[in-house]
Structure formats: structure tokens, C-alpha cells
């Protein structure tokens, strides 16, 4: 199984969130079944490494944030990917334009949409917000959810 979780710029919110779900994954024991990987739809950013922000919200919960460069997101991720996770409503708009058929756009979820009563909320981008403490909590209340339906797929 392959995750792909998707935002703006790919330095923000898509690192916090791969870093985030590689942690809880392992903790599962099940690194070596669901690969995380993430993605931008933009290029504003390419090659950037995850903003200071990101790192040091991450860093504050022990976790790492290496090995992660900004790229965009492209018709090889659709092949590979089982789900394509983005953050708000722009990136849903767009990963799903990019997508090269019907089948890999309906790969394409708000990473909020297993998440009981909140399936339409967005991840805000803390870019513009500044509140990466925000970020954390948000993808921590909505990412175990996506482990949960994954667990149930590998078995
Ligand atoms: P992200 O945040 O989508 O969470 O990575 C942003 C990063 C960069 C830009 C916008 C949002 N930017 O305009 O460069």
C-alpha cells in the first residue's frame, strides 16, 4: 500500500503529516507494508527542504524531519499511489485535475474524510495561519483514522 499525503507547497503541511504517519506507522509495525511518501500541487517550492516551522513542530514530538525534499506531485504517484491525502479544498481541486484518469482522481481524499463529523474539514494552511502547533493537532485527530482503514486492507 502506498500514501501519498499532498499540499500546496510540500514544505508545510505534507512533510509534517509524512513524518507524522512514517511514526505511527512503525509503531504499528507495519513500515514495511504501507510506504508514505508526499507531494505538492505547485512548483513553488521545489527542492526546498520542510520549512523551520515544520521541523521544529515535529522536532517538539520527538520525530524527524529528514530526508524530506519539496517535489510535485506527478502521473507516477497517481499509478503508484492507494491514496492521495490532501489538506484543503484547493488541493483537492487541483490534485484531482492533475490526475490522469477517473480511476487515480478517485485516489484523491481530504485526509480529513474519515474523520467522524469533521469529514469536510481542512487542514489550514499554517504558511498563512503561522500556527504550526494548529497543523500538528489537526493531522494528529485525523491521520490515526487512515491507519485504522489501512490496518483492515492489509489483512
Ligand atoms: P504548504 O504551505 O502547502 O503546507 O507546504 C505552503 C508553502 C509554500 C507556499 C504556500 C503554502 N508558497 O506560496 O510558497
Same mark, same amino acid.
Given at each position: ?16 503529516? +509524512? ?12 513500515? =514495511?507494508?504501507?510506504? !508514505? ?7 513553488? +517550492? ?5 520549512? =523551520? ?15 524530506? !525534499? ?9 499509478? =503508484? ?31 480529513? =474524510?474519515?474523520?467522524?463529523?469533521? +469529514? ?20 494528529? +485527530? ?14
Amino acid at each position: 500500500m502506498k500514501v501519498i499525503f499532498v499540499c500546496l507547497g510540500n514544505i508545510c503541511r505534507s512533510p509534517m503529516a +509524512e513524518a507524522m504517519f512514517k511514526d505511527m506507522v512503525a509503531s504499528a509495525g507495519l513500515s =514495511s507494508q504501507i510506504q !508514505i511518501d508526499s507531494a505538492a500541487t505547485s512548483t513553488y +517550492e521545489l527542492g526546498s527542504s520542510p520549512d =523551520s516551522r515544520t521541523v521544529k513542530e515535529l522536532a517538539k514530538h520527538g520525530l524527524p524531519a529528514t530526508g524530506m !525534499i519539496a517535489r510535485q506531485l506527478d502521473a507516477t504517484d497517481f499509478n =503508484s499511489a492507494d491514496l492521495i491525502l490532501v489538506m484543503d479544498e484547493n488541493n483537492l481541486r487541483d490534485a484531482k485535475k492533475m490526475a490522469p484518469d477517473k480511476n487515480s482522481a478517485d485516489k484523491v481524499k481530504l485526509v480529513y =474524510s474519515l474523520t467522524p463529523g469533521k +469529514e469536510n474539514y481542512v487542514v489550514a494552511d499554517p504558511w498563512y495561519t503561522g500556527d504550526f502547533a494548529k497543523t500538528y493537532a489537526d493531522l494528529s +485527530e485525523a491521520l490515526p483514522h487512515w491507519l485504522e482503514y489501512l490496518k483492515k486492507r492489509i489483512k
